[in-house]
C-alpha cells in the first residue's frame, strides 16, 4: 500500500480549510441576515405597509384504519403574512405563503 505524497496531503487541507470557512460565512450571514431583514420589516410596517394577506386553502387531514388519510375540504380563508425574507411576529413570509397556499390540519 502507497503512502500518499505531502502534496496531496496539503492540497486536502486547503481544500478542507477552504469548506470550512465557507461554511463559516454561510452562518454568518444568515446570523446578520435576519435582524437586517427585521429592522426593513419594521421600516416598512411604520410606513403603513410590511404586512399583507393572501388567500389559502384549509385542509383537514383525518386518520383512518389501515395508517390511511382522509382528506376533508375546510373552505378558504385569508392570514395575513409579513412582507420580509424571514417570518415576522408569527406571521409566514408572503412569498412562502404563496408557494404553500394549502394549510392542512392533521389529526
Same mark, same amino acid.
Given at each position: ?46 410606513? =403603513?405597509?410590511?404586512?399583507? !394577506?393572501?388567500?389559502?386553502? !384549509? ?15 375546510? =373552505? ?12 415576522? /411576529? =408569527?406571521? =409566514? ?10 394549510? /392542512? /390540519?392533521?389529526?
Amino acid at each position: 500500500m502507497e503512502r500518499p505524497n505531502a502534496i496531496n496531503l496539503s492540497i486536502e487541507k486547503y481544500v478542507i480549510s477552504l469548506l470550512v470557512r465557507g461554511v463559516m460565512y454561510l452562518v454568518l450571514a444568515a446570523v446578520a441576515a435576519y435582524p437586517l431583514d427585521w429592522a426593513i420589516w419594521r421600516a416598512r410596517v411604520a410606513a =403603513g405597509g410590511g404586512v399583507g !394577506q393572501l388567500q389559502v386553502s !384549509q385542509m383537514t387531514a383525518a386518520e383512518m384504519k389501515g395508517g390511511k388519510e382522509t382528506y376533508y375540504f375546510d =373552505g378558504t380563508s385569508t392570514v395575513d403574512c409579513s412582507k420580509s425574507l424571514f417570518p415576522q /411576529t =408569527g406571521a =409566514g413570509a408572503c412569498w412562502w405563503v404563496a408557494r404553500h397556499p394549502v394549510v /392542512t /390540519t392533521k389529526y
